[in-house]
């Protein structure tokens, strides 16, 4: 738990240092800090659902030329 804790600190640490350089402006770098890491969690939660979706599962294992009994497992 600490070492997510602390990469949270320091995500939002980069987001703000590195949109403060771009925009010179720290009200967009706050802005940012604090936007930009609620995005990127719902989107991480979409993502994981379409991941472990059934159907990925079975394309993927079709491309890679894999029974598909094999990648349910």
Do not use: C
């Not at 890491?37 to 030329?65: C, E, I, Q, S």
């Amino acid at each position: 738990m600490a070492k997510s804790a602390s990469f949270g600190v320091l995500h939002l640490g980069i987001a703000f240092s590195v949109t403060y350089v771009l925009t010179g402006s720290l009200s967009a770098a706050g802005a940012v800090m604090l936007v930009e890491p609620l995005v990127n969690t719902v989107a991480h939660y979409f993502f994981d659902r379409w991941w472990g979706h059934p159907g990925l599962k079975a394309r993927w294992a079709r491309w890679r030329g894999q029974p598909e009994a094999a990648a349910a497992s």
